[in-house]
C-alpha cells in the first residue's frame, strides 16, 4: 500500500523521452531503454542497455515508431505493459491477443497530444480493452474508449485522419493564395474563423449518415462537386500540385453519379462505406 510501481520506458524518442520526465515528475522510479544511445537519458532516471533489464519493472511502456519496430522486443517476462506506440486496430488486437496468452496485463493507448504538452491536463490519452489505465493519469487525462482492445488505435486515426484533412486542405490553400502574392499571415486567420464556423455543420452532418437521410435545403452535392472541379482548375492553371483537390473531386463525382446529386454532402459517405 502506498509504495508506487516502478515503471520501464522503451523508446526515448520525441515522445517516450517525454513521457520519462513525466514519470519522475510524478515521483515514479523509472527504468529507461533506448536502441540506440544517441539519446539522452532523462534526468533521474535509470538507462539500461537490454528491454530484457527494463522488464524487471512492474509496468513496461513501449513508445516506439511502429508495432514493427516493438514486436520483436516483447517477451513474456514483461508482468504488465502499457502500449503506447501507435498502430492500427488489428495491431492492437493481436498485441492484446499475444498478452493474454503470454499472461501479461495489457492496456492499449494512444496519446492525443504533442510531447510539449505531456505532464498537462491538455494530454489526452486515450486507452481501451483493460479499464485499468496503471500510470497514464502521470501524462495527462486517461479517458476510456471502450473494451475491444483496438478501439483507442481506432480513434487515433479517425482523430488524425480529420487533422491531416484539414491541414492538407489549409496548406493547398495557403499555396493556392501564395500564387498570387497573399502571405499566409493575411489569410490564415481567415482560414481559422473558417474551419471553427464549418465544425459547427458536424454533429448534423453526422445524424444524417446515421439517418441516411441526404435531403438538403443547404447545399447539394452537384455545385460542390463543380466547386472542387474549379479549385482542381485553379490550381492548375497557376501550376500547383493538384492531388489533394482532385482526390475529393473523384470521390464526390463518384457519388454524384451514383445518384446523389441533389443529396447533401453528407451522401458522399455512401460511396466510402463501400
Ligand atoms: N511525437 C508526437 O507528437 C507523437 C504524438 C502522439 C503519438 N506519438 C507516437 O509515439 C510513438 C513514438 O513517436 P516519437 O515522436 O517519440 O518518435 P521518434 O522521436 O522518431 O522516436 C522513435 C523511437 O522509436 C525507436 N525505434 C525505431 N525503430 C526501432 C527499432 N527497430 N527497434 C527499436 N527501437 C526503434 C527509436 O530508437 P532510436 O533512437 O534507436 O532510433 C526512438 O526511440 C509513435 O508511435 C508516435 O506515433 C508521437
Redesign the pocket.
Known amino acids: 500500500m502506498g509504495t508506487k510501481k516502478t515503471v520501464s520506458v522503451l523508446?526515448?524518442?520525441?515522445?517516450?523521452g517525454a513521457l520519462a520526465r513525466a514519470l519522475v515528475d510524478k515521483g515514479y522510479e523509472v527504468t529507461v531503454w533506448?536502441?540506440?544511445e544517441d539519446?539522452p537519458t532523462p534526468p533521474n532516471t535509470t538507462r539500461v542497455s537490454t528491454p530484457e533489464e527494463a522488464f524487471k519493472s512492474d509496468v513496461v511502456i513501449t513508445?516506439?515508431?511502429?508495432y514493427e519496430?516493438q514486436q520483436p522486443l516483447l517477451t513474456n517476462d514483461i508482468k504488465t505493459l502499457v502500449n503506447?506506440?501507435?498502430g492500427t486496430p488489428e495491431q492492437a488486437r493481436n498485441t492484446a491477443q499475444w498478452a493474454e496468452s503470454n499472461g501479461v496485463e495489457y492496456v492499449d493507448g494512444v496519446?492525443m497530444?504533442?510531447?510539449q504538452q505531456i505532464g498537462t491536463p491538455q494530454a489526452r490519452i486515450l486507452f481501451s480493452g483493460n479499464e485499468n489505465h496503471y500510470v497514464l493519469d502521470a501524462f495527462g487525462e486517461p479517458v476510456h474508449v471502450g473494451e475491444d482492445a483496438g478501439l483507442a488505435a481506432l480513434y487515433d486515426l479517425a482523430l488524425l485522419g480529420l487533422m491531416w484533412a484539414a491541414f492538407g486542405g489549409y496548406l493547398q490553400a495557403v499555396a493556392l493564395m501564395g500564387s498570387a502574392g497573399i502571405a499566409p499571415e493575411r489569410f490564415t486567420p481567415m482560414a481559422v474563423s473558417w474551419l471553427n464556423e464549418m465544425t459547427t455543420l458536424l454533429p448534423e452532418m453526422g445524424e444524417e449518415t446515421q439517418s441516411r437521410q441526404y435531403e438538403t435545403e443547404v447545399s447539394a452535392l452537384d455545385i460542390n462537386v463543380a466547386g472542387l472541379r474549379m479549385l482542381t482548375e485553379a490550381g492548375r492553371e497557376q501550376g500547383l500540385d493538384t492531388t489533394l483537390p482532385q482526390a475529393l473531386h473523384d470521390l464526390f463525382e463518384r457519388a454524384q453519379r451514383n445518384g446523389h446529386g441533389a443529396h447533401s454532402i453528407a451522401s458522399v459517405i455512401e460511396e466510402i462505406r463501400k
Open positions: 523508446g526515448l524518442g520525441r515522445m517516450g533506448n536502441r540506440s539519446k513508445c516506439l515508431s511502429t519496430a503506447l506506440t501507435s496519446i497530444a504533442v510531447p
